[in-house]
């Protein structure tokens, strides 16, 4: 059973998404910055070491927050399905491919890829309704908007 907080998290009216956009692309900005900082600190302790840092700092802030917001609801980890787990392996797995490629192929490069993986893999979760993400069925507007961001790999790859 969803809580309603998941319904309207996955349904967002018009003021939410005013506000969310630029939040969600200001994290993405983040990623860019992340991405800078991994690879000269992968180049000094190791890939390893350095995303084991960066989601350590990660989790001691995210323990400070949990500490000081209260009590939190929600099931424990053994009555969830396994599955929706599976963010713990992916999590570290991009920053270590974000530690060994950004020395290699520069950020743009790495950001750029990234981006035409995250989109082509959401279009096809989207038009499956793979992961209980709500079906949106792929139409020419997404079509073309991934043929565009694979043109940008290019390009930015040529240049």
Not at 38 to 56: M, R
Not at 145 to 156: E, P, Q, T, W, Y
């Given at each position: 059973?969803?809580?309603?907080?998941?319904?309207?998290?996955?349904?967002?009216?018009?003021?939410?998404?005013?506000?969310?956009?630029?939040?969600?692309?200001?994290?993405?900005?983040?990623?860019?910055?992340?991405?800078?900082?991994?690879?000269?600190?992968?180049?000094?302790?190791?890939?390893?070491?350095?995303?084991?840092?960066?989601?350590?700092?990660?989790?001691?802030?995210?323990?400070?927050?949990?500490?000081?917001?209260?009590?939190?609801?929600?099931?424990?980890?053994?009555?969830?399905?396994?599955?929706?787990?599976?963010?713990?392996?992916?999590?570290?797995?991009?920053?270590?491919?974000?530690?060994?490629?950004?020395?290699?192929?520069?950020?743009?490069?790495?950001m750029i890829a990234i981006l035409s993986g995250q989109v082509g893999k959401s279009v096809l979760i989207d038009h499956f309704g793979w992961l209980g993400a709500a079906r949106k069925k792929v139409n020419a507007e997404r079509w073309l908007?991934?043929?565009?961001?694979?043109?940008?790999?290019?390009?930015?790859?040529?240049?």
């Open positions: 059973m969803q809580s309603p907080s998941i319904e309207i998290a996955a349904t967002p009216g018009t003021g939410l998404r005013l506000l969310l956009l630029p939040l969600v692309i200001l994290a993405g900005m983040g990623l860019s910055v992340e991405a800078g900082l991994l690879g000269p600190l992968g180049g000094q302790v190791g890939h390893l070491w350095a995303t084991l840092s960066i989601f350590g700092v990660g989790s001691a802030i995210l323990f400070l927050l949990l500490l000081f917001s209260g009590p939190q609801q929600g099931p424990a980890l053994g009555e969830l399905p396994r599955w929706q787990l599976i963010g713990g392996f992916l999590g570290p797995m991009y920053v270590v491919v974000l530690t060994l490629a950004t020395p290699h192929i520069g950020i743009a490069m790495t908007a991934l043929l565009l961001i694979v043109v940008a790999l290019v390009l930015i790859a040529r240049g």
